[in-house]
């Protein structure tokens, strides 16, 4: 399993960045798709979810980011996205791509962000928003 993350950057407030997650080792379109970020001296938080075919690609957001980010996938280029507007200054971070493939993995994941063994990450990709 990899996970590439890309897109990350330095952004001023108020503006607009799109992170990709590419992936290969295993079948995309059945796994589901997360973003995670971690602040410097935070724990590392659930941002978004898609789930997977079978849960016909059912987005969750946390109450932080709703309204302003957007997750979605590519099945074709085994590639997630997260669209974010509106940036802001504690948005800074180091966003990480995580995918995992059974059923019970994908529901802790994808409706209460929980961050279980069976993850696979990405190295993540640093997002900061400064003036």
């Known amino acids: 399993v990899q996970l590439v993350e890309s897109g990350g950057g330095l952004v001023k407030p108020g503006g607009s960045l799109r992170l990709a997650c590419t992936a290969s080792?295993?079948?995309?379109?059945?796994?589901?798709m997360s973003w995670y970020r971690q602040a410097p001296g935070k724990e590392r938080e659930g941002v978004s979810c898609i789930n997977n075919n079978d849960g016909a690609g059912k987005t969750n957001y946390a109450d932080s980011v709703k309204g302003r980010f957007t997750i979605s996938r590519d099945n074709a280029k085994n590639t997630a996205y997260l669209q974010m507007n509106n940036l802001k200054p504690d948005d800074t971070a180091v966003y990480y791509c995580?995918?995992?493939?059974?059923?019970?993995?994908?529901?802790?994941?994808?409706?209460?962000?929980?961050?279980?063994?069976?993850?696979?990450w990405g190295k993540g990709t640093l997002v900061t928003v400064s003036s």
């Open positions: 080792g295993f079948t995309f379109s059945r796994s589901a």
């Open positions: 995580a995918a995992v493939h059974d059923a019970l993995s994908v529901q802790a994941m994808c409706e209460m962000f929980r961050i279980v063994d069976t993850i696979s």
